[in-house]
Structures are given as C-alpha cells and as structure tokens.
C-alpha cells in the first residue's frame, strides 16, 4: 500500500514497517509471550568471525541512522495518561520487531506489503508496529486509539525517528576515512532521502535507496541489488546493518551481503544466528582500514 500524497518525497515524512494479521487479540498476545521483552536475551551468539573482504557498508535509516524520538514518545503518552519511560518504551519495541519477525517467516503467507505503514487499519484487523508496543506497555485499552492517533499526527508533522546517536557521526565518519562507501537502503515512504539530507546526515552515503521509490521492498534482494549498482559495488564485498531479524538480516543475505543486526539494548527476542552490535561505533572493531590512512 502506498502514499496517495503528492509531496515533494525530499520533503515528506517517513514510514515504517506493518504487520498483519486476522485475529490481532491473539497474536499480540502469542508474539509478546515469545519475545520475553521482560528479561535480556542472550544477545552474543556463536558467529563464526568475518572473513569476507568489505569494501561497502550498507545502512538501514530507522532505529539505524536514525532512531525514535523516545522521551518525545514518553511525554505524548503522558499527555493521555499514560506514564512510561523511554526505556520501557525501547524495551516495549522489541515486542514489535519480534512480531514482523514472525510474520515474515518462511511458513507465513507473505504480506501484500511491509513498507512503512504505522497504523492499525480503518478496521483493525492488524496490529501495528506501534499497536503492538502500546499493548506491550499496558496501555489502558480507552486510551490506545488516542495515543495512536497523536502519534500518528506527529510523525506526520515531523518523522519520530529524528535522534541521531551520540557515536554515528564519528562513525560514518571513520568508516569513510578507512575507505569503505557508504549506503543506505530503507522500507520508506519516499522521503528519507530529505530526511536524512535535513538532519545533516545525507553527505555521508554515496547513494540512499528509498522502497517507495524503487518500487522494492526489503527482505527482497532487489532494493540491495539496487544500492550496489549504483555503486559500483559487489555482494560479496558489502555488508548491511539493520535492526529487524526479518527484514535487514534476511533480506541481506538473500542478496549476499554479509549481515549484522543493530540491538541497542542486547534483548532482541529469539534465537539470532548473526553479528549483532550494540552501536554503530562498534562496527570500527570489525572493519579495519582498506586505504593507507
């Protein structure tokens, strides 16, 4: 499904992921009772070490590059009533991404779309990324149709994923001093590009692919294979960073890029079987310079 707007795509807000499902009471509840959001996971898992050459480094936008405005998000629940930190927000997201994990499972029937559609429906038949956090907080029911519409308004007003980590300019910046090219390849909604360019972050990527635009979404390998062209770069020498098992991970190696999972908080839910990475500066440790510096 897409945005029937007209705006300029440099100047609009941004999306974000979808799931879907029939009977959302149920799978709420099933996905929040597998993701064991509560306790931290084991996050540091057996990964053989790297062995591949990288030459190109690939970036999801949202929670990535960019990432949820939380204590923004704390003060319009607040305003409803509703009292929550923005760490119990950030752990209540992982309830969300555990939820498109297991939608787009390989015994699942692939949804018609997963770009970036917030919201529940006209007839709630899906449960939201952001439905499935505001449950996973225990969010009053009289009180979670008006929390998710303020925040709708607000991110159409101004994308609520706008923070930008204290450590992610220095390392894009050393990454591109060590030699590697940069990219980012987002399920958007036509506008992180101005995004992205607004928030002084634009400068450096040598290309940004946006699904919108493209016409392909991730998991599929076509929006990497995309970034690739135009860089003039090769899968077997680039690699991807993302924050969604099903969506960055999967859809990176069905394109044959090597994969590392972005899991702020160490609780990503489920069993994960690539590099994860608490931030972005963390990536330094692995990728060693490719120029004479």
């Known amino acids: ?15 974000r992921p979808v799931i879907r499902r029939t009977s959302p009471s149920f799978y709420v509840a099933a996905v929040l009772a597998e993701a064991k959001v509560d306790s931290p996971a084991a996050n540091l898992h057996d990964v053989p070490s790297m062995t591949r050459p990288i030459r190109t480094v690939l970036f999801d936008a949202g929670n990535t590059i960019v990432h949820l405005d939380y204590p923004f998000i704390s003060n319009v ?21 555990a939820a498109i994990d297991r939608e787009l499972a390989p015994e699942v029937s692939t949804p018609e779309s997963v770009e970036g559609l917030l919201w529940p429906n006209q007839d709630g038949a899906r449960p ?3 439905a499935v956090a505001v449950h996973n907080l225990k969010i009053p029911g009289s009180a979670v149709e008006p929390v998710l519409a303020a925040l709708r308004q607000h991110n159409e007003e101004d994308c609520l994923w706008r923070v930008i980590a204290d450590d992610t300019v220095d390392a894009l910046t050393e990454l591109r001093r060590r030699g590697y090219s940069l990219g980012v390849v987002s399920n958007a909604d036509g506008r992180i590009e101005g995004d992205l360019e607004r928030r002084g972050l634009y400068r450096y990527f040598a290309t940004v692919v946006d699904s919108h635009v493209v016409g392909v979404e991730k998991p599929a390998p076509g929006i990497f294979e995309i970034a690739l062209e135009r860089m003039g770069a090769h899968p077997e020498e680039a690699m991807y960073v993302g924050d969604v098992f099903a969506i960055d ?8 890029l090597e994969a590392v999972l972005l899991d702020t908080l160490g609780r990503y839910p489920g069993k994960i079987d690539c590099r994860c990475i608490g931030k972005l500066s963390d990536l330094l440790d692995m990728l060693p310079a490719i120029v004479k510096i």
């Open 128 to 130: 939201s990324y952001f």
């Open 77 to 97: 629940l607040a305003e409803h009533g509703c009292r929550r930190t923005p760490m119990e927000i950030r752990i209540a997201e992982y309830g969300a991404k």
């Open 249 to 256: 991970v999967v859809g990176a190696r069905r394109a044959g």
């Open 1 to 15: 499904m897409r945005s029937s707007s007209n705006a300029d795509p440099r100047t609009a807000v941004c999306r």
